[in-house]
């Protein structure tokens, strides 16, 4: 068995699943694997998320030890969003979900030269 956060969980996978429950959480570390962020950079680089849903994705993955938030204290306020140490061990395993995309889209679908990504990790 599993413990984690008061939560019990069979199976690591489980574990995982539970972690990362939907699209917005990968696409944030996905893009912060690039490097710190600001929240306004991170909300232009995924645009389809809205301030709201992003505020509160970026506090789940902060309660989960995944990023770090840090704020500086200026006015206007400066925040900046990292990867933690375990969120940083992610890389791998993004990249890899990254290659499989895109031979995936090669099988069963079109693939055009042009590259949405806007970080170094898709440029492989």
């Not at 995924?46 to 770090?68: A, C, R, W």
């Not at 990249?95 to 970080?119: D, R």
Request: one cysteine or more; glycine letters at 4%.
């Amino acid at each position: 068995m599993y413990y984690i956060n008061d939560k019990e969980y069979k199976c690591s996978v489980s574990v995982t699943l539970d972690v990362f429950n939907d699209r917005w959480k990968l696409a944030i570390i996905w893009h912060l694997l690039d490097g710190n962020k600001r929240f306004k950079e991170l909300h232009e680089i995924i645009s389809e998320i809205t301030q709201k849903t992003l505020t509160v994705k970026l506090k789940e993955l902060e309660g989960k030890n995944i990023i770090h938030r840090e704020v500086f204290p200026e006015v206007p306020p400066k925040v900046v969003y990292s990867l933690t140490h375990i969120g940083l061990q992610l890389k791998p395993v993004l990249s890899e979900m990254h290659k499989w995309g895109i031979e995936y889209v090669k099988e069963h679908g079109t693939l055009t030269n042009e590259n949405p990504c806007q970080t170094a990790l898709c440029i492989m």
